[in-house]
């Protein structure tokens, strides 16, 4: 039911009305492989991972998956990115699909939503003492609310040593992927609020910037550029061509490179759907680029 609410919920922002496709649960209900192993990278229930690892010898480019559902409990899980981490994992990536704490979970929101995907990240260097993972060649891949995580863990290591929500090694990313997600906390306020229904950007990080500049100065990638990381953006429905264009021209001005596709028209699901044309176009997009 959450997930359909999302669904309706995003249909009805105007700036999405033009884009409807495939619903969440359309997309959860595509065909996913069985995961290779699934793992946990914390104590909670939540702080899981499913990884797939590609037949043959490796060692394989990883790329982790972090799913949306504005980081709210409920409205999605990773079972509705296991269809694209199976997709992935065909193009030879191996996947690492993961859960993680959010808004209604225990300790979710600021900093476990943060220090989740954190973790998360890390624990591939667990996975790799048995599994032929390359952690030269990891990419961060998040859709819609988790687009946030791909930029936000290429900026990880750059933040002050005592952070909450920094980790004490953090593994560094050598791509990241916002899938139609908010790249800059700032540019998106509106569009999360409208699609959400609900301001979970406040939510998420306890309060306005004005109000918490500190959490934002860390948890925000649009001010923490440059990233040293490459950056792929893609703009569909959420993610507006404006907010795009305005981040990636922060982020090159600071000396990142960040290529933006535009898929206007687009389902805002359809962009992690096997099958449809508009994951084609994507699946392309991540796999010309992710190392070039």
Same mark, same amino acid.
């Given at each position: 039911?959450?997930?359909?609410?999302?669904?309706?919920?995003?249909?009805?922002?105007?700036?999405?009305?033009?884009?409807?496709?495939?619903?969440?649960?359309?997309?959860?209900?595509?065909?996913?492989?069985?995961?290779?192993?699934?793992a946990?990278?914390?104590?909670?229930?939540?702080q899981?991972?499913?990884?797939?690892?590609?037949?043959?010898?490796?060692?394989?480019?990883?790329?982790?998956?972090?799913?949306?559902? =504005?980081?709210?409990?409920?409205?999605?899980?990773?079972?509705?990115?296991?269809?694209?981490?199976?997709?992935?994992?065909?193009?030879?990536?191996?996947?690492?699909?993961?859960?993680?704490?959010?808004?209604?979970?225990?300790?979710?929101?600021?900093?476990?939503?943060?220090?989740?995907?954190?973790?998360?990240?890390?624990?591939?260097?667990?996975?790799?003492?048995?599994?032929?993972?390359?952690?030269?060649?990891?990419?961060?891949?998040?859709?819609?609310?988790?687009?946030?995580?791909?930029?936000?863990?290429?900026?990880?290591?750059?933040?002050?040593?005592?952070?909450?929500?920094?980790?004490?090694?953090?593994?560094?990313?050598?791509?990241?992927?916002?899938?139609?997600?908010?790249?800059?906390?700032?540019?998106?306020?509106?569009?999360?609020?409208?699609? =959400?229904?609900?301001?979970?950007?406040?939510?998420?990080?306890?309060?306005?910037?004005?109000?918490?500049?500190?959490?934002y100065?860390?948890?925000?990638?649009g001010?923490?550029?440059p990233?040293?990381?490459?950056?792929?953006l893609?703009?569909?429905?959420?993610?507006?061509?404006?907010?795009?264009?305005?981040?990636?021209?922060?982020?090159?001005?600071?000396?990142d490179?960040?290529?933006?596709?535009?898929?206007?028209?687009?389902?805002?699901?359809?962009?992690?759907?096997?099958?449809?044309?508009?994951?084609?176009?994507?699946?392309?997009?991540?796999?010309?680029?992710?190392?070039?």
């Amino acid at each position: 039911m959450r997930a359909l609410f999302l669904a309706l919920a995003i249909a009805g922002a105007p700036a999405m009305a033009a884009a409807q496709g495939l619903d969440p649960g359309q997309v959860t209900a595509l065909p996913s492989s069985p995961p290779t192993l699934r793992a946990a990278y914390g104590p909670g229930k939540l702080q899981v991972g499913e990884l797939r690892v590609p037949p043959g010898k490796g060692p394989f480019p990883v790329a982790v998956i972090v799913h949306g559902g =504005c980081w709210t409990s409920g409205f999605a899980s990773l079972a509705m990115t296991s269809p694209m981490a199976t997709a992935l994992t065909a193009k030879g990536f191996a996947t690492w699909n993961i859960e993680y704490r959010q808004l209604g979970d225990t300790g979710g929101g600021w900093p476990g939503t943060f220090q989740d995907w954190g973790a998360a990240l890390d624990h591939l260097r667990v996975l790799a003492r048995t599994q032929p993972l390359d952690l030269g060649r990891v990419v961060v891949l998040g859709h819609s609310a988790g687009g946030l995580a791909a930029p936000w863990l290429a900026a990880r290591p750059g933040l002050p040593k005592g952070s909450p929500i920094r980790g004490a090694d953090p593994l560094r990313v050598a791509t990241a992927v916002d899938i139609d997600g908010p790249a800059d906390l700032r540019l998106s306020v509106g569009a999360l609020r409208e699609a =959400c229904e609900a301001p979970v950007i406040a939510q998420l990080m306890g309060g306005d910037a004005a109000a918490q500049p500190g959490r934002y100065n860390e948890g925000n990638p649009g001010e923490r550029l440059p990233l040293h990381t490459r950056q792929l953006l893609v703009s569909a429905a959420l993610l507006s061509p404006e907010a795009a264009s305005a981040y990636a021209a922060a982020a090159r001005a600071s000396g990142d490179r960040v290529t933006v596709l535009v898929l206007p028209k687009t389902g805002h699901f359809d962009l992690v759907a096997p099958g449809q044309p508009a994951w084609g176009k994507v699946e392309a997009f991540i796999v010309k680029n992710a190392f070039s």
